[in-house]
């Protein structure tokens, strides 16, 4: 069982902040269960964001010999070398997530382990923001609004499948693992949340000839849906790409595979 450490004094006045969507996790039995399926182990090179008052830090450290989390609000990153068992093992990084180069922090070749509790705000763009290191990143564990992940591991021909999950899907395989209670949280979000897993691909199974291409053509359909694919995509397929593309014309989006996305992309006029 791994131990969580009491909340500092000091935690009992910190209030949450909406402009951060702030939401701290202090359910036991749930903070265990993330790192359990999160498996660090000594040597590797984990990365926490969003640690707050390090509910999953303190865990995390426990079974790390390096921790480096990333925090945006200042009064939490101070306070957070009284908050872990093993301080000396910590690094933290005081800045915007969102803005932030990763790849600053690979070191000796080792690939990013990533994990964090999310804000539900800045969700989908951190997402895609950590994307862009996929090569140098081996894992990444995170808690999410229940309904984002469904949409991101969702399977064609479903009302949750949309351009989150094909453009996820073409970077990582994604797993749902498990359902978090909003009084998991304090404050309780008014959401139900999930802990998932995303693996990039070291060689994706399927590549774009121009990945961004893929990902306009995609946003451009979905903002669509009820439309069939020939109506929503005139002036950017060619008359023949459909029939080249091995795609029906009046399909709707969300019928469409993965593979079909690409094979359409790769037809767009220039």
Known sequence: MYQINALNPKDEGHKARKRFGQNFLHDQRVIAKIVRSVNPRAGENVV???PGLAALTSPLIGECD???VVELDRDLAAGLPERVPHPERLTIIEVDALKYDFNELVKDGRPLRVVGNLPYNISTPLLFHL???GSK???MHFMLQKEVV???TAEPNTKEYGRLSVMIQYYCQPTFLFEVPA???NPPPKVTSAVFRLVPYEQKPIIAKDEKALARLVAHVFTQRRK???NSL???IAEDGFEKAGVDPMARPETLTLAQFVALADQMVA
């Open 234 to 236: 005139k002036g950017m």
């Open 183 to 185: 009084g998991a949280f």
């Open 150 to 152: 469904e949409r991101i």
């Open 228 to 230: 069939t694919l020939r």
């Open 131 to 133: 994307l862009e290191f």
């Open 66 to 68: 390096a921790l480096t």
């Open 48 to 50: 926490e964001i969003g």
């Open 137 to 139: 990143v081996k894992d």
